[in-house]
């Protein structure tokens, strides 16, 4: 069974740091792209970043480029993402998804597109305080 499990959220101030981790099972991450995305109240859900673990390109939007970064531990079947200089328009439920053996061609121009993906964890909530 394919199974996401996001964690490491919670309640920082701005200017604060957290690393969130995507554990993944049932399948192994070296043939997979995963994907952060956010959704916050009354928004759409936007792409944060992808990883792709195959050929390890990664991509961000240009609202965290500079303060956030995907890294993965393909031993550990993780992935992390590590937030830095957070912002309160950062605040947003966080979720990672992983998208089966992609065309990392698709990936470098569709990664931040939902219907991409093909499994999703259950998210986690991310509050940044003023």
């Known amino acids: 069974e394919v199974q996401l499990v996001e964690s490491g959220g919670g309640l920082v101030q701005a200017g604060g740091s957290l690393r969130l981790s995507c554990a993944a099972s049932g399948f192994t991450f070296d043939d997979y792209a995963i994907g952060w995305f956010r959704q916050a109240p009354g928004k759409e859900r936007e792409g944060v970043s992808c990883i792709s673990s195959s050929d390890g390109s990664t991509y961000y939007a240009d609202s965290v480029k500079g303060r956030f970064t995907i890294s993965s531990d393909n031993a550990k079947n993780t992935v992390y993402l590590q937030m830095n200089s957070l912002k309160p328009e950062d605040t947003a439920v966080y979720y990672c998804?992983?998208?089966?053996?992609?065309?990392?061609?698709?990936?470098?121009?569709?990664?931040?597109?939902?219907?991409?993906?093909?499994?999703w964890g259950q998210g986690t909530q991310v509050t940044v305080s003023s």
């Open positions: 998804a992983a998208d089966r053996s992609p065309n990392y061609i698709t990936i470098a121009t569709m990664w931040g597109i939902p219907y991409v993906y093909d499994y």
